[in-house]
């Protein structure tokens, strides 16, 4: 079963009871300034979360391409990614509890096959003013019972942090008049040890990466009051949101989401354009796959490199991954692009369509980041003579020089110029020390501090966004 196949089953399965299939809204959202991208499928959706009548009915099933941008940092592990495709199915005041819950399991292991054996269930414990979620706890216990499996070892309850679901996360950071409820997830078991770092027990939030969660479905039941309060919608709706490239993890019974169907191919192009295994340079390759994915789809939604917005997000992935790219030695970048674009054609056409325009824009960047990175160098040889001496030397000794190849220079530089490196230039206290400079990070990271500071007081959120993407 391809990625495909899990969309076209998932759609027809929702089909079938009744739902109308609407189309994946764009990366960027037009008029919703609360959020630079899509970064769940109800955020299309949310008027009529909250009550406004949806012109296809009450019952709708969709597959929403996400980024989300709070990820970056995670993803080098066997399952993060910032970019990803959210299967959706919808009742906007329609059914509920019941009926979700039994097509939450009746799709996973009866039309994914998945073994019922590897599924855990996790349910909203409650806290002291909102209640535990009973409604959906008794579904699930009646399933695991006629599954011949028992509930106390399937089920288990986390709170608010774990299992509530909103734009802005637990009921204390949302906003008045936002929805949001108790969500259960689900979670596939792979056959792997423990890792023991993670803590004596294991548990599906351990992130230790023995269980995953491929599934989860939000029941928006709740409006946020301006006393802090949460009141129940006038209708209440369910949110159903499947990660593709996880449950395609799981049919697969493949641990490493880059390893599977999906991913194999883009990862074989990287590992053969730095000419190194995958098994050797997971992270880096990871970091590589991953960003350009991002980058091809946000270039694709027409977003240009900048210093703001969608554009500086854009930006950064790229050089983050230009960054891991080099450090391996790659080469050619537009292979890579090719290979995405090759993998993503078949469900995903906007990247055929786009597919001059991504690479334009992309080999463009890299353009930019290569002069950015001279003129950097170019300013700090002129203060520093060691640094020209070492450039010098990596230059003779590796012939034609090129971003990658200006690595191992060491030469101490102010914290001061570091700064003009990162306000100025862009760069990162990452791809500072990735050009050979050596600087007091304390000294730096208290400078960034107060300047992110003196950013909030004259109005600007630019700063902010450093922070978020590194
Ligand atoms: N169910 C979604 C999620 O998990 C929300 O739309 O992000």
């Not at 406004?52 to 066997?78: M, S, T, W, Y």
């Not at 006038?234 to 159903?240: E, T």
């Not at 007091?440 to 993407?469: A, C, L, P, W, Y």
């Amino acid at each position: 079963m391809t990625a495909k196949d899990i969309i076209d089953t998932y759609i027809s399965f929702f089909e079938e009871r009744g739902h109308k299939k609407i189309e994946n809204s764009p990366l960027v959202l037009q008029n919703d300034p609360t959020t630079l991208f899509t970064s769940a499928g109800m955020q299309p959706l949310v008027p009529y979360l909250l009550g406004k009548e949806h012109p296809e009915g009450k019952r709708l099933v969709n597959v929403q391409n996400c980024f989300r941008a709070q990820d970056i940092d995670e993803v080098g592990d066997n399952r993060h990614t910032t970019f990803f495709r959210m299967l959706g199915n919808w009742s906007l005041g329609d059914y509920f509890k019941k009926e979700e819950v039994s097509w939450f399991w009746e799709f996973l292991t009866q039309k994914l096959t998945i073994p019922k054996e590897r599924l855990y269930i996790t349910v909203f414990k409650g806290t002291n003013e909102i209640p535990k979620d009973e409604e959906a706890e008794q579904v699930w216990k009646e399933i695991i019972l006629q599954e011949g499996m028992n509930p106390k070892e399937r089920i288990l309850y986390y709170g608010t942090k774990k299992n509530w679901w909103s734009r802005s996360g637990v009921p204390e950071n949302m906003p008045a008049g936002e929805p949001g409820g108790p969500d259960t997830e689900v979670f596939y078991r792979f056959n792997i040890e423990h890792n023991p770092a993670f803590g004596d027990v294991c548990h599906p939030n351990c992130d230790c990466g023995r269980f995953m969660e491929i599934a989860n479905s939000v029941f928006m039941q709740y409006v946020k009051q301006e006393n802090g309060s949460f009141k129940e919608l006038p209708k209440k709706n369910v949110d159903f949101g499947g990660g593709l490239e996880r449950l395609l993890a799981a049919v697969e019974n493949m641990q490493d989401v880059f390893q599977t169907s999906l991913f194999a191919p883009i990862v074989a192009g990287i590992s053969h354009a730095i000419n190194k295994p995958y098994s050797e340079e997971s992270k880096e390759i990871r970091i590589i796959a991953d960003h350009f994915i991002s980058a091809c789809f946000i270039a694709a939604n027409d977003v240009i490199p900048s210093n703001k917005e969608q554009g500086y997000i854009l930006r950064r992935l790229i050089r983050r991954g230009l960054d891991s790219f080099y450090q391996l030695q790659g080469g050619n970048l537009s292979e890579i692009i090719e290979t995405i674009v090759d993998q993503y054609k078949n469900t995903d056409q906007i990247l055929l369509t786009k597919f001059e325009h991504i690479k334009n824009t992309i080999l463009a960047e890299e353009n930019s980041y290569s002069q950015t990175r001279r003129n950097a160098r170019k300013l700090i040889t002129r203060k520093y003579p060691s640094a020209s001496h070492s450039a010098r030397v990596q230059a003779e000794g590796l012939g034609q020089a090129r971003i990658g190849d200006e690595l191992k220079g060491q030469v101490e530089i102010s914290t001061e110029d570091a700064f003009v490196l990162y306000t100025a230039h862009g760069l990162s206290p990452a791809q500072i020390k990735s050009l050979g400079f050596l600087f007091n990070e304390d000294e730096f990271v208290q400078k960034m501090k107060e300047h992110q500071q003196r950013s909030k007081m004259s109005g600007t959120k630019k700063f902010d966004r450093v922070k978020e993407i590194r």
